[in-house]
């Protein structure tokens, strides 16, 4: 079976809507076709500052959160960064290969950092894609399920597992992105033009999926939509009714093609109360869920280190491998 990576910061507490759809519903269809290793990665959240008591608390609240919407231990590797040291070793040598202008030209990193100040900023949120690609190396993963938002970190995976297989000779797999065009990236509820996101989203631009239902249903009502009134993808035109049609569709299962024909000639009103409803049903049972698995701390830390022990057997390996290669000598 063809291997999967991906992972996910236990950063402010509730997932969102644009992390769930752009990312975790693909690695919960994918945890049945493909060797899945997914992983809450608590050591890219330090590249901002937290609150130690919080990170703990939350990184069990993003594996919970996982959990309750469908991954199943059994069937993928669950794990946290972390524990399996691996990856900033690999990191290190990723690092070495990788060009200083390279890495100053992410985009990411130039958007935070812009945000913050260059004093502000540390170096690890510089050399955090780096991490990245150490991260998807490691286990030579085949594929990447991401949002769009990560595509240009894909990429730097892809040209330095290149550039290292080139230097040293065939060692790490050459992963591609696995990105769906309709979910990818799901936009701000109040701003449909940039992405929904933890750092730059308004509190009612985003939706996050451990909100009370009535706070959610409230902001999908007063959502940003477009001038007119019909009710049609286009994402040019109707950038704020083309993101709620594709999370309704998602959510539902359902075409945008038969959205479109459903909702003729009715306003965009019957559209917000009909997602308001959808993604309050979705999140109580997920609500209810994600609690379970909080209430019994110890059952979930055991099963989070049987994931991180399947993983190290993989990791260990891969760097094994990677130190032999570059010319480390190894201890006796
Ligand atoms: N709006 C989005 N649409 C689609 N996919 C998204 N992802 C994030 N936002 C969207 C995808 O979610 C996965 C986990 O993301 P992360 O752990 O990197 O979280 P993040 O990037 O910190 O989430 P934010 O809200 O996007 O945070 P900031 O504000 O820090 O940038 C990833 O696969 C991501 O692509």
Known sequence: RPRVLSGIQPTSGSFHLGNYLGAVRQWIALQESHDAFYMVVDLHALTLPQDPRELRENTRLAAAQLLAAGLDPERCTLFVQSHVPEHTQLSWLMECLTGFGEASRMTQFKDKSAKQGTDRTSVGLFTYPILQVADILIYQANQVPVGEDQRQHIELTRNLAERFNG???????????????????????????VKMSKSASSPKGIVNLLDEPKASAKKIKSAVTDTGTEIRYDQEEKPGISNLLT????????????????????????????????VSDWAAPFRTRTREYLDDPETLDSLLAKGAEKARAVAVETLAQAYDKVGLLPSK
């Open 247 to 278: 999370i309704l569709a998602t959510l539902t299962d359902t075409g945008i093609a038969e959205l479109e024909q459903r909702y003729a000639g009715k306003g965009y009103g019957a559209l917000k109360t009909d997602l308001a409803e959808i």
């Open 167 to 193: 230097r040293y000779g065939a060692t790490f797999t050459v992963p591609e992105p696995y990105i769906l065009r309709e979910t990818g990236k799901i936009y701000d509820l109040q701003d449909p033009a």
